[in-house]
Protein backbone atom coordinates (compact mmCIF):
# COMPACT_ATOMS: atom_id res chain seq x y z
CA UNK A 1 0.00 0.00 0.00
CA UNK A 2 3.06 2.70 0.68
CA UNK A 3 3.40 3.15 -3.24
CA UNK A 4 0.25 3.26 -4.36
CA UNK A 5 -0.37 6.11 -6.80
CA UNK A 6 3.37 6.88 -7.21
CA UNK A 7 3.46 6.05 -10.34
CA UNK A 8 -0.02 8.29 -11.67
CA UNK A 9 1.84 11.11 -8.99
CA UNK A 10 2.68 14.17 -10.92
CA UNK A 11 2.77 12.45 -14.36
CA UNK A 12 1.35 15.10 -16.44
CA UNK A 13 3.98 18.14 -15.64
CA UNK A 14 7.01 15.73 -15.25
CA UNK A 15 5.92 14.07 -18.90
CA UNK A 16 5.44 16.92 -20.83
CA UNK A 17 8.65 19.16 -19.41
CA UNK A 18 10.79 15.88 -19.48
CA UNK A 19 9.55 14.98 -23.66
CA UNK A 20 10.50 18.72 -24.05
CA UNK A 21 14.08 18.84 -23.33
CA UNK A 22 14.73 15.15 -23.81
CA UNK A 23 12.61 13.48 -26.48
CA UNK A 24 11.74 9.47 -25.87
CA UNK A 25 13.77 9.07 -29.74
CA UNK A 26 16.50 11.00 -29.10
CA UNK A 27 17.63 10.98 -25.33
CA UNK A 28 15.98 7.70 -23.96
CA UNK A 29 18.53 7.41 -21.37
CA UNK A 30 18.52 10.74 -20.59
CA UNK A 31 15.40 11.24 -19.79
CA UNK A 32 15.61 8.34 -17.97
CA UNK A 33 17.91 10.77 -15.32
CA UNK A 34 15.73 13.48 -14.69
CA UNK A 35 12.86 10.89 -12.99
CA UNK A 36 11.76 12.48 -9.90
CA UNK A 37 12.49 9.27 -7.94
CA UNK A 38 16.13 9.81 -8.62
CA UNK A 39 19.28 11.58 -7.02
CA UNK A 40 19.71 13.25 -10.35
CA UNK A 41 16.00 13.72 -11.48
CA UNK A 42 15.56 15.51 -8.14
CA UNK A 43 18.23 17.81 -9.27
CA UNK A 44 17.34 18.89 -12.52
CA UNK A 45 13.92 19.73 -10.77
CA UNK A 46 15.04 21.54 -7.49
CA UNK A 47 17.67 23.38 -10.09
CA UNK A 48 14.96 25.46 -12.33
CA UNK A 49 12.57 25.17 -9.24
CA UNK A 50 15.62 27.66 -7.08
CA UNK A 51 16.81 29.25 -10.08
CA UNK A 52 13.68 30.96 -11.15
CA UNK A 53 12.82 32.79 -7.68
CA UNK A 54 16.50 33.87 -7.59
CA UNK A 55 16.52 35.56 -11.20
CA UNK A 56 13.42 37.66 -10.28
CA UNK A 57 14.90 38.28 -6.59
CA UNK A 58 17.47 40.11 -9.27
CA UNK A 59 15.49 41.57 -11.64
CA UNK A 60 13.73 43.07 -8.46
CA UNK A 61 16.57 45.43 -7.59
CA UNK A 62 17.20 46.51 -11.34
CA UNK A 63 13.53 47.54 -11.62
CA UNK A 64 13.53 49.77 -8.39
CA UNK A 65 16.78 51.50 -9.45
CA UNK A 66 15.41 52.59 -12.32
CA UNK A 67 12.22 54.19 -10.46
CA UNK A 68 14.53 55.60 -7.81
CA UNK A 69 18.23 54.21 -7.08
CA UNK A 70 17.66 55.44 -3.26
CA UNK A 71 15.00 53.10 -2.81
CA UNK A 72 16.78 50.21 -3.69
CA UNK A 73 17.24 49.77 0.14
CA UNK A 74 13.54 49.06 0.50
CA UNK A 75 13.16 46.52 -1.57
CA UNK A 76 15.05 44.63 1.70
CA UNK A 77 11.73 44.79 3.46
CA UNK A 78 11.04 41.94 1.46
CA UNK A 79 13.82 39.64 2.36
CA UNK A 80 13.54 40.32 6.26
CA UNK A 81 10.09 39.88 6.37
CA UNK A 82 11.04 36.19 4.88
CA UNK A 83 13.60 36.31 7.19
CA UNK A 84 11.65 36.61 10.36
CA UNK A 85 8.97 34.09 8.55
CA UNK A 86 11.73 31.52 8.33
CA UNK A 87 11.07 31.11 12.09
CA UNK A 88 7.85 29.60 10.73
CA UNK A 89 8.91 28.47 7.21
CA UNK A 90 12.29 26.51 9.14
CA UNK A 91 9.88 24.72 11.88
CA UNK A 92 7.28 22.44 10.65
CA UNK A 93 8.68 22.26 7.50
CA UNK A 94 11.44 20.78 8.19
CA UNK A 95 10.24 17.76 9.75
CA UNK A 96 9.11 16.45 6.52
CA UNK A 97 12.09 14.89 5.18
CA UNK A 98 12.91 12.71 8.12
CA UNK A 99 8.71 11.97 8.84
CA UNK A 100 6.47 12.84 5.03
CA UNK A 101 10.17 11.30 3.35
CA UNK A 102 9.41 8.17 5.20
CA UNK A 103 8.60 5.74 2.09
CA UNK A 104 9.75 2.63 4.13
CA UNK A 105 7.45 2.54 6.71
CA UNK A 106 4.64 4.94 6.96
CA UNK A 107 1.47 4.29 4.60
CA UNK A 108 0.43 6.20 1.51
CA UNK A 109 -2.27 7.71 3.62
CA UNK A 110 0.01 8.60 6.33
CA UNK A 111 2.15 10.37 4.65
CA UNK A 112 -0.41 12.53 2.80
CA UNK A 113 -2.24 13.25 6.16
CA UNK A 114 0.90 14.28 7.27
CA UNK A 115 0.90 16.56 4.34
CA UNK A 116 -2.21 18.53 4.94
CA UNK A 117 -1.74 18.44 8.23
CA UNK A 118 1.74 20.59 7.73
CA UNK A 119 0.03 22.87 4.97
CA UNK A 120 -3.09 23.82 6.84
CA UNK A 121 -0.93 24.51 9.94
CA UNK A 122 1.30 26.72 8.35
CA UNK A 123 -1.11 28.62 6.60
CA UNK A 124 -2.81 29.38 9.76
CA UNK A 125 0.54 30.20 11.43
CA UNK A 126 1.39 32.52 8.36
CA UNK A 127 -2.03 34.04 8.56
CA UNK A 128 -1.47 35.20 12.21
CA UNK A 129 2.17 36.20 11.01
CA UNK A 130 0.94 38.47 8.71
CA UNK A 131 -1.35 40.20 10.86
CA UNK A 132 0.86 40.90 13.19
CA UNK A 133 4.01 42.15 11.37
CA UNK A 134 1.02 44.72 9.52
CA UNK A 135 0.23 45.80 13.13
CA UNK A 136 4.18 46.50 13.82
CA UNK A 137 5.08 47.99 10.54
CA UNK A 138 5.93 51.19 12.22
CA UNK A 139 8.57 49.67 14.03
CA UNK A 140 9.69 47.30 11.54
CA UNK A 141 10.49 50.07 9.77
CA UNK A 142 12.42 51.72 12.54
CA UNK A 143 14.33 48.81 13.07
CA UNK A 144 15.00 47.41 9.67
CA UNK A 145 14.82 50.50 7.66
CA UNK A 146 17.69 53.33 7.39
CA UNK A 147 16.29 56.62 8.76
CA UNK A 148 16.70 58.54 5.45
CA UNK A 149 14.27 55.72 3.49
CA UNK A 150 11.65 55.02 6.45
CA UNK A 151 9.44 57.49 6.21
CA UNK A 152 8.75 57.08 2.28
CA UNK A 153 8.65 53.12 3.01
CA UNK A 154 6.15 52.73 5.71
CA UNK A 155 3.37 51.53 2.92
CA UNK A 156 5.90 49.11 0.93
CA UNK A 157 5.84 47.45 4.76
CA UNK A 158 2.44 47.09 5.04
CA UNK A 159 2.11 46.01 1.39
CA UNK A 160 4.61 43.35 1.63
CA UNK A 161 3.73 41.60 5.09
CA UNK A 162 1.16 39.52 3.30
CA UNK A 163 4.68 37.68 1.93
CA UNK A 164 4.39 35.91 5.62
CA UNK A 165 1.62 33.70 4.58
CA UNK A 166 2.25 33.63 0.59
CA UNK A 167 5.91 32.11 1.47
CA UNK A 168 4.31 30.14 4.87
CA UNK A 169 2.15 28.40 1.73
CA UNK A 170 5.33 27.87 -0.93
CA UNK A 171 7.33 26.36 1.93
CA UNK A 172 4.40 24.18 3.17
CA UNK A 173 3.35 22.74 -0.58
CA UNK A 174 7.11 22.69 -1.58
CA UNK A 175 8.56 20.74 1.55
CA UNK A 176 5.89 18.15 1.34
CA UNK A 177 5.82 17.34 -2.12
CA UNK A 178 9.55 17.02 -2.46
CA UNK A 179 9.35 14.79 0.68
CA UNK A 180 6.99 13.21 -1.53
CA UNK A 181 9.90 12.78 -5.00
CA UNK A 182 7.91 15.38 -6.55
CA UNK A 183 10.04 18.15 -7.15
CA UNK A 184 7.63 18.95 -9.93
CA UNK A 185 5.47 20.75 -7.95
CA UNK A 186 7.75 23.11 -6.78
CA UNK A 187 8.61 24.21 -10.08
CA UNK A 188 5.02 25.15 -10.43
CA UNK A 189 4.93 27.29 -7.99
CA UNK A 190 8.46 29.23 -8.95
CA UNK A 191 6.95 29.31 -12.51
CA UNK A 192 3.90 30.98 -12.03
CA UNK A 193 5.10 33.32 -10.18
CA UNK A 194 8.63 33.77 -12.58
CA UNK A 195 6.53 34.48 -15.39
CA UNK A 196 3.97 36.88 -14.14
CA UNK A 197 5.89 38.97 -12.58
CA UNK A 198 8.45 39.51 -15.20
CA UNK A 199 5.43 39.64 -17.92
CA UNK A 200 3.20 42.58 -15.16
CA UNK A 201 6.83 43.92 -14.39
CA UNK A 202 7.74 44.82 -18.37
CA UNK A 203 4.41 46.16 -18.81
CA UNK A 204 4.36 48.38 -15.57
CA UNK A 205 7.51 49.56 -14.14
CA UNK A 206 10.12 48.55 -16.69
CA UNK A 207 11.93 51.59 -18.60
CA UNK A 208 9.47 50.49 -21.51
CA UNK A 209 6.08 50.02 -19.54
CA UNK A 210 2.72 51.03 -21.34
CA UNK A 211 1.06 53.93 -20.42
CA UNK A 212 2.42 57.14 -19.71
CA UNK A 213 2.26 57.08 -15.55
CA UNK A 214 5.39 57.03 -13.30
CA UNK A 215 6.16 53.72 -12.20
CA UNK A 216 6.17 53.48 -8.52
CA UNK A 217 8.08 51.25 -5.62
CA UNK A 218 4.42 50.68 -4.61
CA UNK A 219 3.75 49.06 -7.77
CA UNK A 220 6.41 47.04 -7.80
CA UNK A 221 5.40 45.73 -4.35
CA UNK A 222 1.92 45.26 -5.21
CA UNK A 223 3.00 43.04 -8.15
CA UNK A 224 5.42 40.90 -6.44
CA UNK A 225 2.65 40.17 -3.72
CA UNK A 226 -0.05 39.41 -5.94
CA UNK A 227 2.20 37.29 -8.17
CA UNK A 228 3.24 35.06 -5.04
CA UNK A 229 -0.36 34.52 -3.53
CA UNK A 230 -1.36 33.68 -6.86
CA UNK A 231 1.64 30.97 -7.67
CA UNK A 232 1.15 29.97 -3.68
CA UNK A 233 -2.37 28.99 -4.87
CA UNK A 234 -1.39 27.58 -7.91
CA UNK A 235 1.19 25.24 -6.26
CA UNK A 236 -1.64 24.38 -3.37
CA UNK A 237 -4.36 23.68 -5.96
CA UNK A 238 -2.04 21.22 -7.95
CA UNK A 239 -0.43 19.51 -5.07
CA UNK A 240 -4.54 18.59 -3.99
CA UNK A 241 -4.87 17.43 -7.10
CA UNK A 242 -2.36 14.97 -7.05
CA UNK A 243 -2.94 13.79 -3.55
CA UNK A 244 -6.70 13.43 -4.46
CA UNK A 245 -5.29 10.75 -7.36
CA UNK A 246 -3.51 9.07 -4.45
CA UNK A 247 -5.46 9.24 -2.19
CA UNK A 248 -8.51 7.70 -4.26
CA UNK A 249 -5.87 4.60 -4.96
CA UNK A 250 -5.37 4.07 -0.91
CA UNK A 251 -9.30 4.10 -0.76
CA UNK A 252 -10.09 2.16 -3.63
CA UNK A 253 -7.55 -0.57 -1.86
CA UNK A 254 -8.74 -0.02 1.26
CA UNK A 255 -12.19 1.83 2.11
CA UNK A 256 -11.03 2.41 6.13
CA UNK A 257 -8.37 4.87 5.12
CA UNK A 258 -8.54 8.10 6.60
CA UNK A 259 -6.80 10.91 4.50
CA UNK A 260 -6.97 14.50 6.27
CA UNK A 261 -5.67 16.86 8.52
CA UNK A 262 -5.51 15.28 12.16
CA UNK A 263 -4.39 16.34 15.43
CA UNK A 264 -2.39 12.92 16.08
CA UNK A 265 -0.46 14.08 12.74
CA UNK A 266 0.12 17.36 13.78
CA UNK A 267 1.98 15.73 17.15
CA UNK A 268 3.93 13.44 15.03
CA UNK A 269 5.52 16.66 13.19
CA UNK A 270 5.90 18.71 16.42
CA UNK A 271 7.87 16.31 18.04
CA UNK A 272 11.21 16.52 15.84
CA UNK A 273 10.18 20.19 15.21
CA UNK A 274 10.50 21.71 18.67
CA UNK A 275 14.59 21.09 17.52
CA UNK A 276 13.70 22.90 14.29
CA UNK A 277 11.92 25.85 15.62
CA UNK A 278 14.24 26.31 18.05
CA UNK A 279 17.28 26.33 15.88
CA UNK A 280 15.87 28.70 12.89
CA UNK A 281 14.52 30.76 16.24
CA UNK A 282 18.08 31.24 17.43
CA UNK A 283 20.03 31.43 14.39
CA UNK A 284 17.52 34.25 12.70
CA UNK A 285 17.34 36.09 16.06
CA UNK A 286 20.98 36.70 15.87
CA UNK A 287 21.38 37.36 12.39
CA UNK A 288 18.27 40.04 12.37
CA UNK A 289 20.25 41.65 15.43
CA UNK A 290 23.36 42.41 13.26
CA UNK A 291 21.62 43.07 10.41
CA UNK A 292 19.70 45.99 12.70
CA UNK A 293 22.65 47.52 13.38
CA UNK A 294 24.31 47.81 10.06
CA UNK A 295 21.52 49.00 9.03
CA UNK A 296 22.38 52.09 11.40
CA UNK A 297 25.61 52.60 9.90
CA UNK A 298 23.38 54.56 6.90
CA UNK A 299 21.53 54.30 3.99
CA UNK A 300 24.89 53.33 1.80
CA UNK A 301 26.25 50.39 3.96
CA UNK A 302 22.56 49.32 4.36
CA UNK A 303 22.25 49.34 0.55
CA UNK A 304 25.66 47.79 0.27
CA UNK A 305 24.38 45.00 2.10
CA UNK A 306 21.50 44.06 0.83
CA UNK A 307 23.13 43.95 -2.71
CA UNK A 308 25.44 41.98 -1.55
CA UNK A 309 22.81 39.33 0.06
CA UNK A 310 20.87 39.48 -3.62
CA UNK A 311 23.66 38.28 -5.15
CA UNK A 312 25.21 35.77 -2.89
CA UNK A 313 21.79 34.46 -1.74
CA UNK A 314 20.33 34.90 -5.00
CA UNK A 315 21.63 33.18 -8.18
CA UNK A 316 25.10 32.46 -7.15
CA UNK A 317 23.43 30.16 -4.35
CA UNK A 318 20.86 28.65 -6.58
CA UNK A 319 23.21 25.37 -6.71
CA UNK A 320 23.67 24.96 -3.49
CA UNK A 321 20.09 25.12 -2.45
CA UNK A 322 19.96 22.60 -5.10
CA UNK A 323 22.11 20.01 -3.82
CA UNK A 324 20.47 20.61 -0.36
CA UNK A 325 17.02 19.98 -1.44
CA UNK A 326 18.04 16.98 -2.73
CA UNK A 327 20.36 15.36 -0.56
CA UNK A 328 17.87 16.36 2.63
CA UNK A 329 14.91 14.02 0.65
CA UNK A 330 17.34 10.70 -0.31
CA UNK A 331 18.99 10.84 2.87
CA UNK A 332 15.45 10.65 4.48
CA UNK A 333 14.49 8.00 1.93
CA UNK A 334 17.85 6.09 2.72
CA UNK A 335 17.22 6.49 6.62
CA UNK A 336 13.51 5.18 6.73
CA UNK A 337 14.91 2.50 5.14
CA UNK A 338 17.30 1.60 7.03
CA UNK A 339 15.00 1.83 10.13
CA UNK A 340 12.88 -0.28 8.05
CA UNK A 341 15.27 -3.16 8.20
CA UNK A 342 17.05 -3.22 11.35
CA UNK A 343 12.94 -2.66 13.04
CA UNK A 344 11.04 0.42 12.90
CA UNK A 345 10.42 -0.35 16.49
CA UNK A 346 14.00 -0.17 17.60
CA UNK A 347 14.68 2.47 19.68
CA UNK A 348 18.58 2.38 19.72
CA UNK A 349 19.69 0.41 16.80
CA UNK A 350 22.74 -0.35 15.43
CA UNK A 351 24.12 1.36 12.21
CA UNK A 352 27.14 -0.56 10.10
CA UNK A 353 29.96 1.02 8.34
CA UNK A 354 27.98 -0.15 5.30
CA UNK A 355 24.71 1.32 6.90
CA UNK A 356 26.22 4.51 7.45
CA UNK A 357 27.78 4.96 3.72
CA UNK A 358 24.98 4.42 1.93
CA UNK A 359 22.87 7.00 4.16
CA UNK A 360 25.22 9.52 3.99
CA UNK A 361 25.95 8.99 0.30
CA UNK A 362 23.64 11.81 -1.38
CA UNK A 363 24.51 14.07 1.56
CA UNK A 364 28.32 13.56 0.42
CA UNK A 365 27.73 13.74 -3.24
CA UNK A 366 26.37 16.98 -3.06
CA UNK A 367 29.17 18.38 -0.80
CA UNK A 368 31.58 17.34 -3.23
CA UNK A 369 29.33 18.54 -6.07
CA UNK A 370 28.44 22.21 -4.20
CA UNK A 371 32.78 22.35 -3.66
CA UNK A 372 33.06 22.02 -7.53
CA UNK A 373 30.85 24.59 -8.09
CA UNK A 374 31.70 27.50 -5.40
CA UNK A 375 35.42 27.37 -5.71
CA UNK A 376 35.17 28.77 -9.59
CA UNK A 377 31.99 31.09 -8.92
CA UNK A 378 33.63 32.34 -6.04
CA UNK A 379 37.38 32.99 -8.13
CA UNK A 380 35.86 34.49 -10.93
CA UNK A 381 33.04 37.45 -8.93
CA UNK A 382 35.98 37.69 -6.37
CA UNK A 383 38.06 39.16 -9.79
CA UNK A 384 36.17 40.19 -12.33
CA UNK A 385 32.85 40.20 -11.74
CA UNK A 386 31.56 41.47 -8.39
CA UNK A 387 31.97 45.62 -8.66
CA UNK A 388 29.76 45.47 -12.11
CA UNK A 389 27.14 42.99 -10.88
CA UNK A 390 26.55 45.45 -7.78
CA UNK A 391 26.52 48.58 -9.82
CA UNK A 392 23.56 47.03 -12.05
CA UNK A 393 21.31 46.05 -9.25
CA UNK A 394 22.27 49.27 -7.50
CA UNK A 395 23.02 51.89 -9.97
CA UNK A 396 25.49 53.70 -7.47
CA UNK A 397 29.16 54.10 -7.75
CA UNK A 398 29.62 54.11 -3.94
CA UNK A 399 27.53 50.85 -3.20
CA UNK A 400 28.85 48.92 -5.48
CA UNK A 401 32.47 49.68 -4.53
CA UNK A 402 31.16 48.79 -1.28
CA UNK A 403 30.24 45.72 -2.19
CA UNK A 404 32.99 44.49 -3.64
CA UNK A 405 34.81 45.05 -0.77
CA UNK A 406 32.24 43.07 1.36
CA UNK A 407 32.48 40.52 -1.13
CA UNK A 408 36.27 40.23 -0.99
CA UNK A 409 36.21 40.18 2.97
CA UNK A 410 33.63 37.32 2.91
CA UNK A 411 32.81 35.61 -0.11
CA UNK A 412 35.75 32.55 0.05
CA UNK A 413 33.73 31.43 3.64
CA UNK A 414 30.72 30.36 1.55
CA UNK A 415 32.92 27.54 0.07
CA UNK A 416 32.39 26.15 3.88
CA UNK A 417 29.03 27.26 3.94
CA UNK A 418 28.23 24.77 0.81
CA UNK A 419 29.62 21.87 2.75
CA UNK A 420 28.48 22.65 5.97
CA UNK A 421 24.78 22.87 4.70
CA UNK A 422 25.34 19.66 2.39
CA UNK A 423 26.76 17.66 5.38
CA UNK A 424 24.16 18.90 8.19
CA UNK A 425 21.34 17.09 5.78
CA UNK A 426 22.35 13.69 6.94
CA UNK A 427 21.35 15.19 10.79
CA UNK A 428 18.41 17.61 9.51
CA UNK A 429 17.12 14.77 7.55
CA UNK A 430 17.89 11.81 10.53
CA UNK A 431 17.69 12.89 13.96
CA UNK A 432 17.06 16.88 14.08
CA UNK A 433 18.28 17.28 17.59
CA UNK A 434 21.80 16.81 16.29
CA UNK A 435 21.08 19.26 13.84
CA UNK A 436 19.92 21.84 16.35
CA UNK A 437 23.31 20.60 18.59
CA UNK A 438 25.84 22.48 15.57
CA UNK A 439 23.67 25.49 15.61
CA UNK A 440 23.56 26.29 18.94
CA UNK A 441 27.04 25.83 19.57
CA UNK A 442 28.35 28.00 16.40
CA UNK A 443 25.34 30.75 17.92
CA UNK A 444 26.10 30.77 21.17
CA UNK A 445 29.61 30.46 21.23
CA UNK A 446 30.26 33.01 18.26
CA UNK A 447 27.41 35.25 17.05
CA UNK A 448 26.18 36.06 20.44
CA UNK A 449 29.36 37.50 22.06
CA UNK A 450 29.70 39.48 18.68
CA UNK A 451 26.23 40.76 18.41
CA UNK A 452 27.03 42.25 22.26
CA UNK A 453 30.25 43.51 21.18
CA UNK A 454 28.97 45.42 17.92
CA UNK A 455 25.87 46.67 19.45
CA UNK A 456 27.57 48.04 22.71
CA UNK A 457 30.47 49.25 21.23
CA UNK A 458 30.93 52.39 18.71
CA UNK A 459 32.98 52.06 15.62
CA UNK A 460 34.19 53.99 12.90
CA UNK A 461 32.63 52.63 9.35
CA UNK A 462 35.48 50.94 7.52
CA UNK A 463 36.47 49.50 11.34
CA UNK A 464 32.97 48.33 11.44
CA UNK A 465 32.87 46.84 8.95
CA UNK A 466 36.39 44.75 9.27
CA UNK A 467 34.47 43.03 12.10
CA UNK A 468 31.26 42.31 10.54
CA UNK A 469 33.79 40.75 8.10
CA UNK A 470 35.28 38.85 10.60
CA UNK A 471 31.51 38.02 12.64
CA UNK A 472 29.71 36.72 9.45
CA UNK A 473 32.75 34.90 7.59
CA UNK A 474 34.32 33.33 11.25
CA UNK A 475 30.65 31.97 11.70
CA UNK A 476 30.45 30.04 8.44
CA UNK A 477 33.58 28.59 8.64
CA UNK A 478 32.80 27.90 12.66
CA UNK A 479 29.38 26.29 11.54
CA UNK A 480 31.41 23.72 9.36
CA UNK A 481 33.61 22.71 11.58
CA UNK A 482 30.73 22.13 14.03
CA UNK A 483 28.60 20.41 11.52
CA UNK A 484 31.58 18.22 10.94
CA UNK A 485 32.36 17.05 14.57
CA UNK A 486 28.48 16.56 15.28
CA UNK A 487 28.46 14.71 12.00
CA UNK A 488 31.49 12.41 13.32
CA UNK A 489 29.63 12.24 16.73
CA UNK A 490 26.33 11.25 15.00
CA UNK A 491 28.08 8.17 12.98
CA UNK A 492 29.98 7.20 16.24
CA UNK A 493 26.30 7.11 18.05
CA UNK A 494 24.96 4.75 15.60
CA UNK A 495 27.35 2.26 15.05
CA UNK A 496 27.72 2.09 18.57
CA UNK A 497 23.95 1.62 19.32
CA UNK A 498 23.46 5.00 21.42
CA UNK A 499 21.33 7.57 19.39
CA UNK A 500 17.93 7.60 20.52
CA UNK A 501 16.08 7.15 17.68
CA UNK A 502 11.57 7.52 17.85
CA UNK A 503 9.81 4.15 16.84
CA UNK A 504 7.87 4.25 14.22
CA UNK A 505 3.80 2.50 14.10
CA UNK A 506 2.23 1.30 10.70
CA UNK A 507 0.29 4.19 11.56
CA UNK A 508 0.77 8.08 11.79
Sequence with gaps: MRMIGKKHFGRGWQRVVGRLYFPDSIFPRERDLIEVNRYTGSLYWNFIAFLLPALYSTLSKLWVANIDSNLVVTTDVYTYIQTIAEVLNEGLPRTAWLIIGDNAIRSTASRL???YTLILFQILCGTIMTVI???ASDKFADTFLPVEVRKTSLTYVRISAPVALSSAIQVAVSSCTRALDQPDVSLVISSIGFLLNIILDLLLISRFHVGSFKPTILMQAGIRLSCDFLSALTGLCYFFLLAHTMGKEVRNQDAEEKIRPQVAALKVLLRPAVYTFIETIVRNGFYLWLVAVIINMGKTYATAWGVFNTIRWGVVMVPVNTLQASALTFVGHRWSAWHARVGAESRNPVASWADIKDIS????TSALLSLAVE???CIFLSIWGIKPFAYYLSASQEVAEITQKMWRYIDWTYIFYALSTQLSALLLATVPRFYLYQSLGSNFLWMLPWAIVMTTTKFGEER??????????????????NVGGVVVGWELALRRGRMGVRSVGRGL
Design 375 to 377: VPI
Design 133 to 135: LIG
Design 464 to 481: AWMFYAVIFGGALVIDFL
Design 361 to 364: RPAV
Design 113 to 115: SLS
